[in-house]
C-alpha cells in the first residue's frame, strides 16, 4: 500500500496548545505555518521527500491561508523562487536533497546570496552524509561558508526543530541573509511531539497581494552593486546575525560539574553524544550529563564571544565535528589562540577524520578524548568493555558479513533493459555506457555492471560527449524520464543535438521520479487533479530535431536488444533515441492491490498472473538468473537424484511481469518457465473447467504410471 499523509495533513491544522507527534521531518511544514510563509517549494530527495509529500496533500489548507506551494522542476528553479524575499517583505521557504541538489542550485543561491533579503529566506537542507547515505560524501558546510548563508544544525527533537525554523526566519531578516537548515538523516526521523501555535496567515499572500513592483539597482548582481554587497556581508550582515544569535540565544549551553572539561557539539549530533555519555555513566537517563556541553545549533557563523566565555578556565575541550576539512575545530583553536586562552583543544585526534559518528563511534572518541583528558577516570576501559561484543561477534562469525548493495523492485521495468544492454554487449564487446542518477543507478550493480561514469541527475548523456568522439564505436547513455525533465532535456538532448553528437541514449520512462517516492512528473501517466495535462517525451525529442526514435516497450527484451543493435550499427549518424516505455512496478501494484482487495471483498473475478519454473526441465543453466538479477528468482536443490546442478526456482514474491522467462528467451531458449494465471472468485464455467483439467491430467498422469503392456 502505498504511504498515506491524511493524519500529517490534518496535523498541520493544530491550533495552539494542541500536541502534534510524528517524525522529525513532517513537523517542519507545521513550523512553516506557524512562521507566516507566503510561498514554499522544493525538489524531493532522501531525507526530506516526506515534507514535499504532505505539503503536496495539503494543498486545501495551504490555499486557506493564502501561502503558493510548487513542487519544483528542479533545486535550481525552487531556489531561484527565493529570489521573491529580495525586494519584499515576504517569507519563503525552500526543501531538497544535499549536497547534491544544493549543487544544482548554487547558481541561483550565490546570487541570492549577494543580493540579500528584506523578507525571511529558508532552505531546508536533507544532509545526507554518512552510512546510511546515498549520494557522494560531501557537507554543507563548505557551501555555507563559501557564499556566507548562515547554516543552522538543530538538536534532533521536535521542539528545537520547530524552534529553529521559526529563529531561522528571525535570522534571516536581522541580518538580511538567507539561512540553511540541515537536517540530519537520524533528525528527519526521530519521532517526538511539540506544542503547536496557531498557523499564520502570512502578511502578502495569493490573498492579499503586492500592488506594485520593486527595481532597486543596489540589489541587482553587476558591477559596482557586487562590490557593495561583498562590503556588506563582512561590516553590515555579520555583526548583525552574531547579535542576533546572542540576543535569541540559538546556541545552548548545559552545565556540567567537571567543570575543567567540556563539549562542543553541533546540535544535529547532540543526541549521539548524550548516548556515549550515559554509556560511560557520565549522563543519567534524562540527557543530564556531568561534562560541561555547549551545543551550536548555529554552526556557522560562530560566535566567538560565546565559545570563548565556555573554554575560560577549562584544561580542555573537544570538538565533536563529522567530516574533513574539520572547519569547527580550526575555527575555534583560532579563537582561543586570539584570545590568549590555553585550553587544549581536542577533535580529529580523538576521532576518525572522515565519515559518521555512528554511535560506536562517539562512544570511542569520547572515551580517548577523557584518556587525555583526565586518564584516572578510566573511561578507555569502559569503552572497550561496552564493545567488546562486537569483537565477540566477529569471532563467531568467522568471516565478514557480505555486503547487501541496493537494488531495483521486483519486477521493475528497467532490469529488462539492462538485460537487453548485457546481451548486446557479449555480441559487440564491452561498451562506455554513461549512466545517471535515478533507480537505473543500481544497474552499475550485479549482475549487470553497466556503467562506466555517474556525473549527476540528467546528466547521463551530457557525460557522455567528451568521451564519444574517442571511442571506436558509439557510446551509450542511460537517462531516466525523471532526468529528462529536471536537467536532461537541455544540458543533454539539446547540446547532442547542437554538436552533432553521433551517440545512442537510451530514456527510462517509467512514468515518475521513482527514486524519491514516485513522485509526479510532466509526463506522468497519473498528473494530480489540479494539473491533468502533461508533456510528452517524444514531442519534445521530435522538437529538437531528434529523427532517430524509437519506442520499445521495456519487457520486450529481444526487441529492445535489437532495437540496440540498430542503433549501433546503422549508418545513419546523429543522435539516436531509444524510449524504454513501463510503468514503475512499485507503482503499479500501489495501484493494483488496493483495488483487487476491493474486488475480492465484493466478490468479483480478479485474476493475478504468475510465472514459473518446471523443475524436471529446468537444465541449470540459471541464464534467467544470471541476465536479469530479479529478488524473485533463486536456487534450491535438484529434484532429480541424477543431477546435482541446482535449479532455479521463482518465489513467492513474483509479480508476474514475466521478465524471467522473456530474457531465458532471448539469450537463448529455455522451455522450462510457464505462465500461470490465478483466477480468484471464478466464473461458473471456469470452475466446470478447471474440474474436467484436473481429471484429464490425473488420467494421463495415471496411464503415464502404468508398466509396459498392462490395461488401463
Known amino acids: 500500500m502505498e504511504r498515506s499523509f491524511a493524519r500529517e495533513v490534518g496535523s498541520l491544522a493544530l491550533g495552539a496548545g494542541e500536541v502534534f507527534h510524528g517524525e522529525g521531518i513532517l513537523a517542519v511544514p507545521k513550523a512553516l505555518l506557524q512562521s507566516g510563509v507566503s510561498y514554499i517549494g522544493g525538489y524531493q530527495g532522501a531525507p526530506v521527500s516526506h515534507l514535499i509529500d504532505v505539503l503536496g496533500d495539503a494543498r486545501g489548507l495551504l490555499d486557506q491561508l493564502g501561502i503558493y506551494f510548487e513542487n519544483s522542476a528542479s533545486e535550481a528553479g525552487a531556489a531561484a523562487m527565493l529570489g521573491a524575499s529580495i525586494h519584499y517583505p515576504v517569507r519563503g521557504a525552500v526543501t531538497w536533497k544535499s549536497t547534491v541538489g544544493t549543487n544544482v542550485a548554487s547558481d541561483a543561491l550565490s546570487n541570492l546570496a549577494s543580493a540579500g533579503v528584506t523578507g525571511g529566506a529558508l532552505i531546508i537542507l536533507g544532509e545526507d552524509y554518512g552510512d546510511g547515505s546515498s549520494i557522494i560524501q560531501e557537507r554543507t558546510h563548505a557551501f555555507a561558508m563559501k557564499s556566507q548563508i548562515w547554516l543552522m544544525d538543530p538538536r534532533p527533537n521536535l521542539s528545537s526543530i520547530v524552534n529553529a525554523v521559526e529563529q531561522a526566519f528571525e535570522l534571516s531578516e536581522a541580518s538580511q541573509t538567507p539561512v540553511m537548515m540541515q537536517l540530519r538523516i537520524r533528525a528527519c526521523h526521530v519521532h517526538g511531539s511539540f506544542v503547536c501555535k496557531d498557523n499564520v496567515a502570512p502578511r502578502v499572500s495569493t490573498r492579499q497581494v503586492i500592488a506594485d513592483g520593486k527595481f532597486d539597482y543596489s540589489r541587482i548582481n553587476l558591477p559596482p552593486s557586487i562590490y557593495e554587497h561583498e562590503r556588506q556581508k563582512v561590516q553590515v550582515r ?29 546540535g544535529g549530533l547532540y543526541n549521539g553524544l548524550i548516548r556515549a555519555l550515559q554509556q560511560l555513566g557520565l549522563a543519567d537517563v534524562f540527557g543530564a550529563s556531568e561534562l560541561p556541553i555547549h551545543v551550536l545549533n548555529v554552526v556557522y557563523p560562530l560566535v566567538p564571544d560565546e565559545l570563548q566565555a565556555f573554554c575560560a578556565g577549562k584544561d580542555a575541550v573537544l570538538v565533536i565535528e563529522e567530516g574533513q576539512p574539520n572547519y569547527l575545530e580550526e575555527a575555534l583553536t583560532a579563537m582561543l589562540r586570539r584570545a590568549g586562552l590555553a585550553t587544549r583543544v581536542h577533535g580529529k585526534d580523538v576521532f576518525p577524520m572522515a565519515g559518521e559518528y555512528s554511535g560506536e563511534v562517539m562512544l570511542r572518541g569520547v572515551a580517548a578524548y577523557l584518556e587525555r583528558a583526565q586518564p584516572e577516570a578510566g573511561a578507555g576501559a569502559a569503552a572497550q568493555d561496552l564493545t567488546r561484543h562486537k569483537q565477540a561477534a566477529v569471532q563467531a562469525l568467522g568471516e565478514p558479513v557480505p555486503n547487501r548493495p541496493p537494488g531495483f523492485c521486483v519486477g521493475c521495468p528497467e532490469r529488462p533493459v539492462f538485460s537487453a544492454i548485457k546481451m548486446v554487449q557479449q555480441k559487440l564487446g564491452p561498451l562506455h555506457i554513461s549512466a545517471d542518477i535515478g533507480c537505473h543507478t543500481f544497474g552499475t550493480l550485479a549482475p549487470f555492471n553497466i556503467g562506466s561514469t555517474v556525473l549527476g541527475y540528467g546528466l547521463g548523456l551530457a557525460s557522455s560527449s567528451g568521451i564519444a568522439p574517442l571511442m571506436g564505436r558509439r557510446v551509450v547513455s542511460v537517462m531516466g524520464d525523471g532526468g529528462f525533465w529536471h536537467n536532461g532535456f537541455t544540458s543533454g538532448v539539446v547540446n547532442a543535438m547542437y554538436n552533432n553528437q553521433d551517440s545512442v541514449l537510451v530514456i527510462l520512462k517509467n512514468g515518475y521520479t521513482s527514486a524519491t517516492g514516485t513522485q509526479a512528473i510532466p509526463s506522468s501517466p497519473s498528473q494530480p487533479a489540479a494539473k491533468p495535462l502533461t508533456l510528452d517525451i517524444e514531442t519534445a525529442l521530435r522538437g529538437v530535431g531528434v529523427k532517430w526514435l ?57 485474476v493475478r498472473t504468475r510465472f514459473g519454473i518446471d523443475e524436471d526441465v529446468c537444465t541449470g543453466d540459471h541464464s534467467c538468473i544470471r541476465l536479469s538479477g530479479c529478488p524473485s528468482l533463486s536456487v534450491k536443490p535438484n529434484p532429480s537424484p541424477l543431477r546435482s546442478d541446482p535449479v532455479a526456482t521463482v518465489n513467492q514474491g513474483c509479480v508476474g511481469c514475466g521478465l524471467c522467462g522473456e530474457v531465458a528467451h532471448a539469450a537463448q531458449l529455455c522451455p522450462s518457465f510457464f505462465k500461470a494465471e490465478i483466477v480468484q472468485n471464478p466464473r461458473p464455467w471456469e470452475r466446470r473447467l478447471a474440474r474436467w483439467r484436473e481429471r484429464l491430467i490425473h488420467a494421463m498422469a495415471g496411464r503415464a504410471r502404468l508398466p509396459r503392456g498392462a490395461a488401463a
Open 238 to 266: 555579520w555583526p548583525a546575525a552574531l547579535a542576533h544569535i546572542r540576543r535569541a540565544g540559538l546556541n545552548e549551553t548545559f552545565p556540567g560539574k567537571r567543570a575543567k572539561l567540556g563539549l562542543i557539539v553541533p
Open 550 to 606: 524509437r519506442k520499445v516497450p521495456s519487457y520486450q527484451v529481444a526487441d529492445m536488444k535489437r532495437t540496440l543493435n540498430e542503433a549501433m550499427t546503422t549508418e545513419e549518424g546523429g543522435l539516436k533515441v531509444i524510449i524504454a516505455d513501463g510503468e514503475c512496478q512499485l507503482e503499479r501494484q500501489r495501484r493494483i492491490k488496493p483495488r483487487n482487495a476491493q474486488r475480492l471483498k465484493q466478490g468479483l473475478r480478479v
